[in-house]
């Protein structure tokens, strides 16, 4: 399984942006998806989850604000991020699990000025 994220860049506190990812190889084992975030030096933090029956979960840091969604017809999972505040600034991960193996993407960053 690969993974291509995109989105990301700079926005004003209070702004949005959404990510992007898509899943390529053997998607078909791919049980849930999601994304993490991480600031260099520091462990990278679950910030959102789906699962393929649709069922998410969120980081108690992001309720309210984030929205995760996956298009299983496309191999696809965004994140829309609303009201963003600066310390939502990291780097962005996508993520996918299959019973045996997990697998990220390239990190995209996110810039939340004040």
């Known amino acids: 399984v690969q993974l291509q994220a995109s989105g990301g860049g700079l926005v004003q506190a209070g702004g949005s942006l959404r990510l992007s990812c898509e899943a390529s190889?053997?998607?078909?084992?791919?049980?849930?998806m999601g994304w993490y975030r991480q600031v260099p030096g520091k462990q990278r933090e679950l910030i959102a989850t789906?699962?393929?029956?649709?069922?998410?979960d969120y980081t108690d840091s992001v309720k309210g604000r984030f929205t995760i969604s996956r298009d299983m017809t496309k191999d696809t999972v965004a994140l829309r991020m609303n009201s963003l505040k600066p310390e939502d600034s990291d780097v962005y991960y996508c993520?996918?699990?299959?019973?045996?193996?997990?697998?990220w993407g390239q990190g995209t960053q996110v810039t939340v000025s004040s």
């Open positions: 789906i699962t393929r029956a649709l069922v998410t």
């Open positions: 993520n996918a699990q299959t019973y045996q193996s997990t697998y």
């Open positions: 190889g053997y998607t078909v084992f791919i049980n849930s």
